[in-house]
């Protein structure tokens, strides 16, 4: 099989799979509208679903006689399960749960885009960074011949699969915490992100101790070859140790986003892929000889590097601070749509974020707001009844 012919697949691949690509930005977009209302359950029902129909369409279009559609049924059956995704979790918002926040279409929904996308741009960024320097270092390993790709396909197929659990961590800890500091619920916030990085202590830990001890076993399930076996069994001892610092990554860089901060994880995953991984990654590969593995040695400084440094940033976040943001942002929010408004009383309480705040913390170290003026966009937390109007007309954190 010729160089040619491989790109010709590879293509024909990827034309057919771009055609489920809005279905899975849709079943995304669907997935964070539920998760924003606490119903994380839905899409784990939809994938429930979908895992073994993707498996029962794959069979079908690539290797049925009749239907089959050989090499190009696979990317066939992913847009397809992508689209039935999407479908499915639109279903249950409308039928089951979820439609409840959803206020229709208006006008409003091109204002005020300014911090949307504040917080949208660092977010990506923190993102694709990543992902786009791993796809760089593959590039690069094509450079050592066919072996080193095959080798390095297998290594990041592995960790890209137990990162799914580092990932689902994080998802949950942005989510909880962002609730939390909306809900100027200071305690509960931070004890949420102590929960998330001992969790994710704990789940690097266990993928890393899994992929060293069954590293023969996790490559022999990808090639026959000695040849790429050997190297691949090289390359993920490296991988086992990314896993620790790879989960660390991923879950503060969701506390950090769900403390509306993703501009420092976006910042500093520049810094540490750019400007120290890929550099040190292509010295020790390249000028030092040490090929794939040495790529993977700069992958993994700049990789802890970054942990390190979301690390200092989480355990060292002034929460005051960041519920302080979270409720000006609230109250320049609600002060725009009166005054849009006419109708509502023009002396709205909702003109500063100094006129909420009684003052930082009280004696038992919980952030303490004047009802006038945030108890209409806070009023309760279900996820925090801690979260109530006292007799003095205050609102107060009691969470512990």
Known sequence: MDDLYLCQLATNYLRRIL?????????????????????????????????????????????????????????????????????????????????????????????NWGRTLSLAGPGVLMIEAEWLAFEIITFAASRFGTDSLAAQSIVSTACVTTYQFSFAIAVAASTRI??????????????SAQAALLMSLCSGSLMGSLLYIFRDTVTSWFSTDPEVISLSIKVLTIGAF???????????????R???????????????????????????????????????????????????SELWFVLTSDWDAIIRQSIEDGLNDKHAHESHHPQHDERSPFLDVESAIEGDDDDEGHLRLRAKSVSSFVDYNMLNPGISTNGEGMVTDTSR
């Open 19 to 111: 055609l489920g690509v809005p279905g899975f930005i849709l079943f995304e977009i669907f997935k964070q509208f539920l998760q924003a209302q606490g119903i994380f359950q839905a899409s784990t029902y939809v994938l429930v679903i979908c895992a073994p129909l993707n498996v029962i369409l794959n069979f079908t279009l690539v290797w049925d006689k009749k239907i089959g559609l050989g090499f190009i049924g696979a990317p066939t059956a992913v847009a397809i399960t992508n689209w039935v995704m999407a479908t499915l979790l639109l279903l249950y918002i409308i039928f089951i749960k979820g439609k409840e926040c959803w206020c229709g279409f208006t006008p409003k929904v091109f204002t």
């Open 178 to 191: 962002a609730w939390f500091v909306g809900s100027a619920s200071k305690q509960a916030a931070w004890k």
């Open 242 to 256: 990314y896993q620790i610092g790879d989960s660390v990554s991923c879950v503060t860089g969701g506390v950090l």
């Open 258 to 308: 769900g403390q509306g901060r993703q501009y420092i994880g976006g910042w500093l995953n520049l810094f540490c892929y750019y400007v120290l991984s890929l550099p040190i990654a292509f010295l020790c590969g390249f000028n030092l000889k040490l090929e794939l593995f040495g790529l993977w040695i700069g992958v993994l400084i700049g990789l802890y590097c970054l942990s390190f």
